[in-house]
């Protein structure tokens, strides 16, 4: 009954429109199946995605050959596992593949298959699949970190920062945390229009008007929040990931401008920004192998999360390294940057274990796949990172997370913050 029959996968699309692999799983009464998302501004670090490049019928973009390894090599080795081993299972995936990167099988062949494990695990054990991860009981709700102007690798607007988010820190619960966010938003939308700026979306869901200074990204959103009744840096906070590795040349950055200058001008000027703006969390504010500037800049500030992305790629040895060099003191946490569900795992357990807060996040090219939903709750991570209330990829996240609040009843409870 708890035995894998088959492993079965397929070419299917995410939401920029490119190819990604879907696996699924097979026991005798039931089966699951999960989808591999990816990321634009990807770090150097992350675990491999394979596509075919040579394939020119997709452009390069196909995954036909992750899908046909998964049919064969991963299908034969997990036939007869036990689907609740889920560490046997990524283990025997980790051995198949052999390399550090993941370049053998591919992050985004083993990552639909490990996921599809853990969600087939689930409807086995007749179990909500964010009871099956870290948490046994009281289940706490993650605070949605809610991108709403796109920049960067997202947008074609040229604001050079990638990501400004708003956290509903006044909210109680998380259909509240989800109504202030769309009050903000609907706000937004109409101060856009009134400037005659375009309301078309980027890839995560926010806003992408042809605005190009950071800092009148940052007015805007500002004007929303009092727009909609709301005190900024009190009921909500104003979030940025820079997503530096984009903004970094010959040890300068071009961060707060088109021009490129040194460190310590630009901790200035994020000091500046985070002042006037009551900026609460940077993601990736510098380069990814720039370990001693994100240390200048936690010595810098005062109660600003800080979080790694880039820098980590949700990758064990290099959290240690962040942590011993004080250089952030938060992590993203994004699966197919290290490619299988008990490493990303073993990764939020360590930082939890360190105090360092735990954001799960999406990728800017993802699916219908809701995994990262019931991972955030399942870990009791303090916040989610899925984009906006825009694009049903990026909805579709928040609507489970609804659900389980729902499921949790009056034990529901948000997280801290
Ligand atoms: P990505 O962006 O999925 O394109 O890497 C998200 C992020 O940088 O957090
Ligand atoms: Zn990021």
Known sequence: MNK?????????????????????????????????????????????????????????????????????????????????????????????????????????????????????????????????????????????????????????????????????DCAKNFAEAMRVCFVVIKNLYELIKKKGLSISVGDEGGFAPMINSNNQALDLIVSAIKKSGFKNGKDISICLDVAANELFKKNKYSIHSKKYVTVEKSIKEYIKIIKKYKIKSIEDPFEENDWNSWNKLMKSVNKIQIVGDDLYVTNLQRLKIGFLNLSSNSILIKLNQIGTVSETLDVIKFAQAIGFKTIISHRSGDSEDTFIADLAVGTNSNQIKTGSLARSERVAKYNQLIRIEEQLGKKAKMNKI
């Open 4 to 168: 894998i029959l088959k492993v079965l996968a397929r070419q299917v699309f995410d939401s920029r429109g490119n190819p990604t692999v879907e696996a699924e799983i097979f026991t005798k009464r039931n089966s699951a199946r999960a989808i591999c998302p990816s990321g634009a501004s990807t770090g150097t670090y992350e675990a491999f995605e394979k596509r075919d490049k040579n394939n020119k019928k997709y452009l390069g973009k196909s995954v036909f050959n992750a899908v046909h390894l998964i049919n064969t090599k991963i299908a034969k080795t997990l036939k007869g596992q036990n689907i609740h081993n889920q560490e046997r299972i990524d283990a025997l995936l980790i051995n198949l593949d052999g390399t550090p990167q993941k370049k053998n099988l591919g992050a985004n062949a083993m990552l639909a298959v490990s996921m599809a494990a853990k969600k087939l695990s689930a409807i086995v054990k007749k179990k909500p699949l964010y009871q099956t991860f870290l948490v046994k009981n009281n289940y706490k709700l993650p605070y949605p970190l809610m991108n709403i102007i796109n920049g960067g690798a997202h947008a074609n607007n040229g604001l050079r920062i990638q990501e400004f988010m708003i956290r509903p």
